[in-house]
């Protein structure tokens, strides 16, 4: 156990210096001895650390290996803390940029739950969107669209306005762009820019209300395009150049 010890005591000394090639190595070789010994609780701390390493270095596969691993033993000594659930989003993260987009959303939805059991309802709502946008990537947009609703319901229960006006735009996108369902994709951008004017965020809250307008003329609603517009030009007068 000492010489799993001195080595993960040498690998935070390598990364504090920025020698991240030699830290990870020492937490591999960490991790091994801890297996050897059955220390699994350690084991599966020193795989994290080399993964997260591995991730802040961009090698994004062999991050996704280590945390696979930390996860994988943390299930099975029953663990299911805020720490777990952080180690699968960063799973996620890494599946995602690897374009393994179904290993993300599973990871993620995983995190989410975990969040959730444990009331940590803003990260849990981070964690269901990622995995709906992660879904999207794959085209499966049934799936996204429910990890979305759970997001957007997890932030209504938390009265999370900011998160609310987020996936309400995610939701906007899926419809508009993905499933051509245009006047539901308005509905959400609208709903979405009430919310970010609401908190000052008027950047945020015009881009929506643009989205909105596209929707509608996407939908053939010509109509309510132009009253949209009228109330956008009114309200954000810098923005009098957009015209049907």
């Not at 993960?8 to 390598?14: D, F, I, P, Q, V």
């Not at 990260?123 to 879904?135: C, D, L, M, P, T």
């Not at 508009?176 to 970010?196: H, I, P, W």
Request: proline residues 0%.
């Amino acid at each position: 156990m000492n010489g799993a010890e001195e080595l993960l005591s040498r690998a935070e000394n390598k990364q504090k210096s920025g020698k991240y090639g030699e830290a990870v190595e020492l937490y591999l070789n960490a991790a091994k001895k801890l297996e050897e010994a059955n220390n699994w609780e350690g084991c599966s701390l020193a795989y994290a650390k080399a993964g997260l390493l591995f991730e802040s270095i961009h090698k994004n596969s062999e991050a996704s290996n280590c945390l696979l691993k930390t996860v994988t033993m943390l299930h099975k000594l029953s663990r299911e803390d805020e720490r777990v659930a952080l180690y699968l989003s960063h799973l996620g993260l890494n599946f995602f940029i690897l374009e393994k987009f179904e290993k993300a959303a599973e990871s993620y939805t995983r995190s989410a739950k975990i969040y959730e059991k444990n009331k940590l309802f803003r990260n849990a709502v981070e964690s269901y969107w990622r995995a709906g946008f992660s879904y999207k990537q794959k085209a499966n947009y049934k799936k996204a669209e429910s990890c979305y609703k759970k997001s957007l319901q997890l932030s209504q229960q938390s009265d999370d306005k900011y998160q609310q006006a987020t996936v309400l735009g995610l939701l906007g996108i899926l419809y508009g762009d993905a499933m051509n369902r245009y006047e539901e994709a308005a509905a959400q951008y609208l709903k979405s820019g009430e919310l970010f004017k609401e908190l000052g965020e008027m950047n945020e809250a015009r881009d929506k209300y643009l989205w909105a307008f596209q929707s509608y003329l996407n939908a053939g609603k010509v109509e309510e395009a132009e009253k949209l517009m009228a109330s956008i030009n009114k309200f954000f007068p810098e923005n009098n150049q957009y015209y049907i």
